[in-house]
């Protein structure tokens, strides 16, 4: 009899019950806030494919319109074509020559700069509190 009190008393199917929900429910949780940052990101570089296709559309038009102009004010049919092609080169030799300085370092600051001081974690931590 004493033990049926007890049992009663601590209820303990019900509290495995509400601990085993709780477990799931924060899996649930954790899983939607995986989903939501995927969904974030898928949509972050579809965005930029779209604006750099756009933009690689936009520079591909303005350097024929320059090109052509450029052939226009030196009177030849290449002259403007091959200005342009050889500012494309030095840009490139430009690039290539200063690639860890220029591309790499602020590439990977603006992707890892949040994830290496942790703030992030640090956001979430506080707003669970």
């Known amino acids: ?29 954790y899983e939607l806030k995986v989903k939501e940052q995927l969904v974030g990101i898928i949509s972050s570089f579809a965005t930029m494919a779209l604006i750099i296709s756009l933009g690689m559309f936009m520079l591909f038009f303005f350097s024929l319109a320059l090109g052509f102009f450029l052939n226009d004010i030196f009177e030849s049919s290449f002259i403007g074509f091959v200005f342009i092609g050889s500012i494309y080169l030095l840009i490139c030799i430009v690039l290539v020559v200063f690639k ?14 949040d994830t290496l001081t942790g703030k992030n974690d640090e956001q979430e931590i506080d707003q669970q509190d």
Do not use: V
Request: proline share 0%; no cysteine; charged share 25%.
């Open 1 to 29: 009899m004493e033990k049926n009190k007890l049992y009663d008393i601590l209820n303990l199917e019900k509290l495995t019950g509400h601990l085993s929900r709780f477990i799931e429910l924060k899996l649930e949780i």
């Open 100 to 113: 860890n300085k220029i591309i790499t370092n602020h590439l990977f600051q603006a992707f890892f700069s």
